[in-house]
């Protein structure tokens, strides 16, 4: 199914800003046919990952321009290990703050000064997230285009959402809890000295400080000239502690603290002040009073505070939805970087593949080998690798050869250099040129419980005309013993039309068989064929044993009964000996 890659970001790091190329989706069976399974399971332990790595490789386009942009990409990832490690660090930041931000919640209780100073502290640190970015993003060893356009797309944005002031106003701004060291409180009391109401002053950045003991409570209401005339606060910042253990007046006003009502019309409220008296929690008024002070300061800073979260929030969403939207991307190339270097370490040759529009050869890969043996290997010294070409005479290769000599092998290392390569990463080879694939199709055996309703060859059949229906001059068809479960004059019957038919669409294909007849009939279908060309590709053996090369020659041997017999084990010295 044809579609465009999702962009929700304005800004990818799989295809350039404005590309509008059609994508196709692989079939589900082809990263499994052709052992990538295996690949991204490597990769990373985590399933998230696993399936983000397997979406993007399954996603393909025939666009040069996006295959090359992935490319470039990737190999500035590669080269740049510090980059990766400093990538990692940040993203398992920018997590953290994501799962335990409070820019989304609204209600008025957690509106209060203590969630403005988490919105404060949490801007500053998504404002660090994207100057980090930034700055690693710096590195002048960087030279693919993608990270070059992104780097001036985190500093557009860095500026135009003016991240710089922003931060300023954050130093001026933000308060520490810690800064908070004293709340002034003014309390109205009526002629039996019971507290009627509470209102807040001030809030110090100072403390207070303890007067000498001779400043008691009773000193401070015995002499009338202690009395003030206003309620107007003088600025001395000397307060008389109150023993909460006592008992007598002091205890009991205490004790009376949790149970004040808010009363407007009295000589200590004021209009300014007015706005902050509120009734106090029920309950023990010293255990409360954290959250008292609390909704004292909802009540002074709700209006500040709501519109500065509107404001911080809006900074927040530029930062995170910019810089994490491509947290994915960079997870699928640094996972695949770190994979392929481990592999390189080990000895396995990459090499970085190489695009092309439409012209000459429209494959040419040397010294490839298949991915999923050389991880499976432990001593990768032993690789085989091989050479092939497609161009136009040598489209449709009819691939034969001993039983267990490495068809199947090297019919899969063939869809894993596209596959790799379209993704943007390095390949299984010495070289690489290619024209990429609008799609590829594999036409590997079925497992028993599919082929029920239909039989084998009915299910063969019905796959390939649907594989078939759906391909183009640059579709890959990998097509795997097709046609190979009934008789061989139907079998060959079946396979002869369908390369015929591949041969009239020009379409790359490998077909992998043991019918040695359609190789030897390879130079029939080229003349009967209008542009494209068939050719015998065989798995050489050398003193009767497999050499795991191919060679572009006639079977080596048309015993088809002979290789189905070695197959299953029923010829003469097999069971004989029981092997």
């Not at 390189?344 to 298949?370: D, H, I, R, W």
């Not at 691939?399 to 790799?420: H, W």
């Amino acid at each position: 199914m044809r579609g465009n890659m999702d962009n929700n970001i304005g800004f990818s790091l799989l295809q350039p800003v404005g590309t509008d190329s059609g994508y196709r989706r692989l079939p589900d069976n082809v990263i499994h046919d052709l052992g990538l399974e295996e690949f991204c399971k490597a990769i990373s332990s985590d399933a998230k990952e696993r399936r983000l790595i397997t979406n993007v490789l399954s996603q393909i386009t025939d666009d040069v321009n996006v295959a090359s942009y992935r490319r470039q990409v990737f190999r500035d990832i590669l080269r740049l290990p510090e980059l990766r490690k400093t990538l990692l660090e940040l993203f398992d930041k920018l997590q953290f703050m994501q799962d335990f931000s409070t820019m989304h919640k609204t209600s008025d209780e957690e509106l209060g000064l203590w969630h403005l100073f988490h919105r404060l502290d949490e801007l500053d640190s998504y404002i660090r997230t994207v100057e980090t970015m930034r700055d690693c993003l710096s590195d002048e060893r960087i030279q693919s285009e993608g990270l070059i356009s992104l780097r001036e797309h985190i500093t557009g944005l860095y500026e135009d959402a003016c991240f710089a002031d922003m931060k300023k106003d954050i130093s001026a701004l933000k308060i520490k809890a810690s800064d908070v060291q004293s709340v002034t409180l003014g309390i109205n009391v009526n002629e039996r000295f019971e507290a009627v109401s509470i209102g807040l002053v001030s809030v110090n950045r100072k403390p207070f400080k303890k007067s000498g003991i001779v400043s008691n409570f009773a000193d401070a209401i015995a002499s009338k000239d202690k009395l003030r005339d206003t309620a107007d606060w003088d600025g001395d910042m000397h307060y008389q502690l109150v023993d909460k253990e006592s008992t007598g007046n002091a205890g009991a006003f205490i004790e009376k603290l949790s149970g004040f009502s808010a009363v407007r019309n009295n000589p200590f409220v004021d209009g300014h002040i007015r706005s902050t008296i509120v009734k106090t929690p029920d309950g023990d008024g010293t255990g409360n009073s954290t959250f008292y002070l609390d909704n004292v300061m909802n009540k002074m800073l709700s209006s500040l505070v709501k519109k500065l979260r509107d404001t911080l929030t809006r900074y927040a969403d530029v930062a995170i939805v910019s810089v994490s939207g491509l947290v994915p991307e960079f997870i699928y190339y640094i996972r695949c970087a770190e994979f392929i270097s481990g592999l390189m370490e080990k000895g396995c040759v990459f090499c970085e593949a190489q695009p092309e529009t439409e012209g000459g050869a429209s494959m040419l890969a040397k010294g490839f080998y298949n991915l999923k043996l050389a991880m499976n290997m432990e001593n990768v010294s032993c690789i085989v690798s091989n050479d092939l070409t497609f161009d136009k005479e040598h489209t449709v290769y009819i691939l034969t050869g001993a039983n267990r000599g490495g068809k199947t092998t090297i019919t899969q290392a063939v869809g894993q250099l596209f596959v790799l390569a379209q993704g943007g990463l390095y390949v299984p080879a010495e070289s690489f040129r290619y024209v990429p694939c609008d799609c590829i199709y594999t036409h590997f055996p079925a497992d028993e419980d599919k082929t029920m309703d239909l039989g084998r060859l009915g299910e063969e059949c019905v796959r390939f005309k649907e594989m078939f229906s759906q391909s183009t001059s640059k579709s890959l068809m990998l097509l795997n013993e097709t046609f190979s479960t009934t008789s061989f004059e139907e079998g060959y019957y079946i396979a002869k039309d369908s390369v015929k038919a591949l041969l009239t669409r020009s379409v790359r294909t490998i077909y992998n068989t043991h019918m040695h007849k359609l190789g030897e009939d390879a130079e029939e279908f080229d003349r009967e064929s209008s542009g494209a060309g068939a050719a015998s590709l065989i798995m050489r053996t050398e003193d009767g044993k497999r050499s795991f090369k191919v060679a572009l020659a006639r079977p080596e041997g048309s015993s088809y009964a002979k290789d189905i017999a070695e197959k299953y084990g029923v010829t003469y010295d097999m069971l004989v000996s029981g092997t």
